[in-house]
């Protein structure tokens, strides 16, 4: 069974700072990862998308990379802005093409 | 990127009474669609996985018959809570995947807005 565990589970900074969201996960037989943000009482938003035969991604300031082998994954958010407060989630897909979620990183961006 | 809407986006209802949530993909076709259920401080919890034309797949320990799903076109899923208790409140969301990619070589999902349900 897919675990999924996210470090920090909450991080504050003040603007303007680069910051690094750990992922990593127990099953590394997967086809892809995605990273979301989620804003209080909404639903979900697409960041990054990572197929298993690719190392990272790359989306405006936000850098996703991925280590199948030893299952982890981060992204990487540049000169970090008070609009990047948010939830951010990792979710590796495995073989039945579920997505499991990890807790997520609380991101507060100071202004 | 693909567009998932979810109506209502909240709900109140009396308890014993049911209800209906609507996940639509606006401007792409969906053949399988995923329903969540996320608790406050919580991650997603994969419901169920609906497939249009056939019968939900549902994940270890969700009700089948509250958790009524049914997917009857390529552009619509539907959850219908029935029976609704206090403890069925929770933030209801849905997904639907499409195939992207060079080729159309892999899914990828996109999320609706989520249904706020509490139940009096």
């Known amino acids: 069974k897919q675990e999924v565990t996210q470090i920090p589970a909450a991080l504050s900074v003040p603007e303007g700072e680069n910051l690094v969201l750990n992922c990593s996960f127990t099953d590394s037989a997967i086809y892809n990862l995605q990273w979301f943000r989620q804003d209080p009482g909404k639903g979900l938003t697409s960041l990054l998308l990572i197929q298993s035969s690719q190392r990272e991604q790359t989306s405006g300031r936000l850098n996703a990379s991925l280590d199948k082998s030893s299952g982890r994954s981060t992204l990487y958010i540049a000169a970090s802005q008070p609009g990047d407060s948010a939830t951010y989630l990792c979710?590796?897909?495995?073989?039945?093409?579920?997505?499991?979620f990890g807790k997520g990183t609380k991101l507060t961006v100071n202004p | 990127g693909a567009v998932v809407s979810q109506h209502p986006s909240w709900v109140i209802c009396k308890s014993g009474t049911s209800v209906k949530i609507e996940c639509r993909s606006l401007?792409?076709?969906?053949?399988?669609m995923f329903w969540y259920r996320q608790f406050p401080k919580q991650s997603l919890m994969l419901m169920a996985t609906?497939?249009?034309?056939?019968?939900?797949?549902?994940e270890q320990g969700v009700e089948k018959d509250k958790f009524l799903i049914n997917h009857a076109s390529l552009t619509l899923s539907t959850l219908t809570v029935t029976s609704a208790h206090p403890e069925d409140s929770s933030f209801y969301i849905c997904?639907?995947?499409?195939?992207?990619?060079?080729?159309?070589?892999?899914?990828?999902?996109?999320f609706g807005p989520g249904t706020r349900l509490t139940v009096t």
């Open positions: 979710a590796p897909q495995g073989g039945s093409e579920k997505l499991v």
């Open positions: 609906s497939n249009e034309g056939s019968k939900a797949t549902y």
């Open positions: 997904s639907a995947r499409e195939l992207t990619g060079t080729s159309g070589s892999f899914y990828e999902q996109y």
């Open positions: 401007d792409f076709q969906a053949t399988t």
